[in-house]
């Protein structure tokens, strides 16, 4: 069994299934629109000034509890592990 992806060129790679399926990872599509309309939309935000909304900050040693509180569902805004 084989994976196939394709890039917006139309070119294409296949993985045998025996790669991914043994592994911690999870390949999937994600279309997000073309170039034109994301740097109108970096312009905007740029133009604009705008800055996400950051719920609330951890410290890399913290990391299991900023998942466990992300996983809780109360959320507004971004939840940030710091890793510097």
Request: avoid cysteine; hydrophobic fraction near 45%.
């Given at each position: 069994m084989?994976?196939?992806?394709?890039?917006?060129?139309?070119g294409s790679i296949q993985l045998?299934?025996?790669?991914?399926q043994r592994s911690l990872a999870?390949?999937?599509?994600?279309?997000v629109g073309n170039r034109t309309n994301l740097e109108a939309m970096l312009r905007a935000v740029s133009q604009h000034r705008l800055r996400p909304v950051i719920d609330k900050v951890f410290?890399?040693?913290e990391a299991?509890?900023?998942y466990?509180?992300?996983q809780q569902?109360?959320?507004?805004?971004?939840?940030i592990i710091d890793g510097a």
């Open positions: 084989l994976l196939t992806l394709q890039d917006a060129k139309g045998p299934a025996a790669l991914y999870t390949i999937s599509r994600l279309f410290a890399f040693t299991g509890d900023a466990r509180y992300f569902g109360d959320v507004f805004g971004k939840v």
